[in-house]
């Protein structure tokens, strides 16, 4: 063995050790990483976990799912399954195909949710710290366009601006694309504003949502126009994620129960006009869009209408639009008898908006007011996009919705 | 009851039905979010775990540690301790008072690895997600600074720039600090590149390193210069951290056993000449500081060496310095033998760097090695700074180091 080899591989051998010694604080003794998940050519996929003390393993993912009836629908759902034990103290589980498509998963150890250890792409929602993977056959597949490609890619940012409506500082998380150059005054780019849901924040839409991900593959493919994508925390008790705001200090005086439409005049008025400020921007109707999952696509609901003016492309996905969620009224006779509603979309439509986008998962238990919106937008005669696609309230449909959505603005 | 609260309820529950039934998919019936970690006036912690199933439940975290002799010295490390099983199913644990800092836990639930699940402040790192917590008693300690406060907050993008060396699109994490403006051609600043050990990648200095809080608090208390830090990806054969880079398409031809002293001409040339240009930046030695962790120290070490004129400010966290790690021969002499090394400080010093800093911590293993460098500068009468630490070679360390360095800089 020559010297520079030799040196090669003790210099390799110390970044092996200072990083096995780095993390030693808490390593376990006999961990081990397995091939987890294990994507299989003829599309099953393989998941273990080494567990030799464990009584029971199981496995619950949205990979697979079965029929469960609620009332007089049957919604596909996630269930536990067992994993089977080997010898050597691996629990595996062996999937059947599962279609292109990002999904997640965990394993269910002696009764306590464990992510796999072995897959270092995970994600904590809702009290769960989930694994992920991405299924992709071929180019322009749904696990093609949620993957990172060979493509130039968009830059994404966590900023902070201020907010003299609430006289704190709020959190948003911003694309801007392939290309932008804040020095180059020469350019402007249209900007979407993509608001989360219920419970969720600014760090969603680029996580679960794979935000930068599709836009990055949509523009690259030229089914996107460049645009800048800003995904605020739209949470008016909240300036930031969890973790992410200011342990003291200042906080927002706005109680829990009035996020949502209340929330409204609260976060995007200061939003926008920093957003216009700071980046390169189509300051007008025209160069705007705004949309939304669920309560977010609630506030779009609203919003829009109280600014018809402000937005040229007004998306809703599984919006929480229903008037009250309690009554059993139909949904179109709710929407028709709300004054506020029918004169608010009155005043949108008078406004002639590019687009407006209205989608609802097949599987979403909110799908019949949606069709009930559906059936409103039609019998008035107002134009609009109407998408029922895969998926349930879940991210699978929302993904489908920003995709589509975003392919069809700003042309 | 009126009708607008009775609206503003409805919506309310509209929103977390919507976020439950969003997380439906993987939710498991019984979930239950506790009170963990708790952190109690006396500074004692207590951790809890909704495990009924169970038979063995254990804890391990680096905020309680026990002497553990290797060789002829003595290291605190992290050890399981017991959790004890209440009549509810949950099991629980309290450590004894702990002092200001960061700190990182699992649960071991039947031998398997388990993040806190009603904890969201958690890290994937090394096969492991570790939950974590911050214990701070007052402004200015360890565990204040690592926090985020009311205080004016940077940016921190996640960017890709075209490396002509590699033929690639590489990553990096940029902060800019409060108040950069990229319009503004009258303000420039200074730049730090702060390089990541081995096994790790560009997420990390931001996340378990606390690099944008800590960089935010020490600025809002006038103790570090507003600057640019840049988070390079250094490994020669990774474009980006995992799950984070393109899934086909070209790839870095370096194998991984290059990392290290030979990736140094792939990675930095092309680096500073993008932030140069997307930046505004001072380009020049006197705005430029480098340094690192561990395999980022010895990139750091090597590439000052080569490339006296570009920065002005130096840094070695826990340095791989030491030539070859299997050698008995002392530090010192294995530095004073090698001669790419002795000419490589003399070209470092002969061209004044207006600060060299050393650091390491007490437990590191490392250390020795370390303090033969410390030994080998004072006889050559090379100006320097250094500090031993608390920590081991681990995060502990390299987040004081960073702070000290970053105090010291640009002035």
């Given amino acids: 063995m020559n010297l520079p080899t030799f040196k090669i591989l003790a210099v390799s051998a110390f970044c092996l050790a200072a990083s096995l010694t780095a993390s030693a604080q808490i390593d376990m003794p006999g961990l081990r990483r397995l091939n987890s998940p294990q994507i299989n050519p003829d599309g099953t996929v393989t998941f273990r976990l080494y567990a030799p003390q464990a009584k029971d393993v199981q496995i619950r993912g949205d990979f697979q799912k079965k029929d469960v009836k609620r009332g007089d629908r049957t919604f596909p759902e996630p269930f536990n399954q067992p994993m089977k034990k080997n010898d050597d103290g691996t629990w595996e589980f062996q999937s059947g195909a599962v279609p292109p498509e990002m999904y997640s998963y965990i394993f269910i150890v002696d009764g306590v949710n464990v992510p796999d250890p072995s897959n270092s792409f995970c994600i904590h929602e809702n009290n769960i710290v989930s694994s992920r993977f991405i299924v992709s056959k071929e180019k322009g597949d749904a696990g093609w366009l949620y993957s990172v490609h060979d493509v130039p890619h968009g830059s994404v940012s966590k900023v902070w601006y201020h907010s003299p409506a609430q006289g704190i500082d709020r959190r948003a998380t911003v694309y801007t694309p392939p290309g932008y150059d804040p020095a180059d005054a ?10 989360h849901g219920g419970g969720q924040n600014e760090e969603k839409w680029q996580a679960e949502g794979r935000t930068c991900q599709i836009l990055d593959n949509l523009i690259a493919s030229g089914k996107a126009k460049p645009m800048i994508v800003v995904m605020p925390n739209g949470n008016a008790g909240q300036s930031a994620a969890p973790n992410e705001g200011p342990v003291d200090g200042k906080r927002p005086q706005q109680p829990r129960v009035r996020q949502t439409k209340d929330a409204n005049p609260l976060i995007f008025p200061d939003l926008i006009a920093y957003v216009d400020s700071a980046y390169r921007t189509i300051p007008e109707k025209s160069g705007r869009a705004m949309c939304g999952l669920s309560m977010g696509g609630y506030q ?3 919003y829009t209408m109280e600014h018809p003016e402000t937005f040229g492309w007004i998306g809703l996905f599984s919006p929480g639009a ?3 969620w309690g009554d059993p009224t139909p949904a179109v006779e709710q929407y028709r008898k709300n004054p506020e509603i029918m004169n608010g ?3 949108v439509f008078d406004a002639k908006p590019s687009l407006y986008w209205v989608g609802i998962g097949t599987y ?6 949606i069709r009930g919106l559906k059936q409103l937008l039609e019998e008035e ?5 109407y998408m029922e ?6 991210w699978k449909a929302w993904r489908i919705h920003l995709a589509d959505f975003a392919s069809k603005i700003f042309r």
């Fill in 389 to 394: 696609s895969d998926g349930a309230h879940e």
């Fill in 300 to 302: 779009t609901f609203y």
């Fill in 381 to 385: 005669k107002y134009p609009f996009f």
């Fill in 186 to 195: 020469s350019k402007r780019y249209p900007v979407m504003y993509l608001c």
């Fill in 345 to 347: 979309l009155k005043k």
């Fill in 364 to 369: 979403d238990g909110h799908r019949e007011d």
């Fill in 322 to 324: 229903l008037p009250d």
